[in-house]
């Protein structure tokens, strides 16, 4: 992934490297039509965006697609849990994982439990959420990723964790749930 294209700015200006360019004079249409109208497809496409960035992934794993040896781990408000240790690996790197029982296992310096995945600010994971760096992007700004395959090169994507995590130039987008999340 390799560029990025903040909506709702008055004019394109470059930052750290990266075109940011406006999507749309009416943010609402762009987000209520499946293809850009003309003003928005020309603003992507006069957006050069550079090299530099790096756009992650990451994903919720699902137990039932990591099969493997049980290992019990202790989760506050429910003891000891058994679960798969490919399972475990993916939830200590993706942050959440949904179990066989139907329940989210998170990893943050320990094991927690919740009915869904959660973000560093402890509200539910949503596809299209992104972390970045609060030096570059305020929470709230929404942006695009023009250079990508679809469906994700329409998608508008929403800053929602601008916590310690990711710094400089990378930006951190939240795809769903299982395999077919996993970028």
């Not at 008055?10 to 039509?33: D, H, L, N």
């Not at 240790?85 to 993706?94: M, T």
């Amino acid at each position: 992934m390799e560029g990025l294209v903040r909506a709702g700015q008055p004019a394109p200006v470059k930052i750290s490297g990266i075109a940011i360019a406006p999507v749309s004079q009416s943010r609402a249409a762009i987000e209520q039509t499946p293809t850009p109208n003309s003003t928005a497809k020309a603003a992507l496409d006069a957006a050069k965006c550079s090299n530099g960035w790096r756009i992650t992934g990451y994903y919720t794993p699902r137990e039932e697609d990591l099969p493997g040896p049980a290992i019990d781990v202790t989760v506050p408000t429910i003891g000891s849990a058994s679960v798969s240790q490919p399972f475990l690996a993916a939830v200590r790197q993706e942050g959440w994982g949904l179990t066989r029982g139907g329940w989210y296992l998170g990893w943050n310096r320990g094991w927690s439990r919740s009915s869904y995945p959660l973000d560093s600010h402890g509200r539910e994971l949503k596809v299209g959420m992104v972390a970045a760096d609060a030096e570059l992007f305020a929470r709230g700004a929404q942006l695009r990723l023009p250079q990508e395959p679809a469906p994700w090169n329409l998608q508008l994507f929403t800053v929602t964790d601008v916590g310690k995590a990711v710094k400089g130039r990378n930006v951190d987008v939240y795809t769903g749930l299982g395999t077919v999340a996993r970028t």
